[in-house]
């Protein structure tokens, strides 16, 4: 309940910080499936300069931070 109203919230933002992108950046080495959507998401409300730099530091993490890569790329 409370993980849904919170992503509902967030899903409603219009724009994110680059301090929040890296943040997302850094849950996105979780595997935990609503919180990796909705990282990506919020991700992909970011100017598109924004979002291949959020590419290029995700490429250069995890395993599960590299797959996160290829879904925002």
Do not use: C, F, Y
């Amino acid at each position: 309940m409370v993980r849904d109203a919170a992503r509902g919230a967030l899903a409603s933002l219009p724009a994110i910080t680059e301090a929040e992108a890296h943040l997302l950046e850094t849950a996105l080495s979780r595997k935990v499936s609503d919180l990796r959507q909705t990282a990506l998401a919020l991700l992909r409300v970011q100017e598109p300069t924004a979002i291949a730099a959020s590419v290029a530091r995700l490429a250069a993490g995890t395993a599960d931070q590299k797959r996160a890569a290829d879904e925002l790329a």
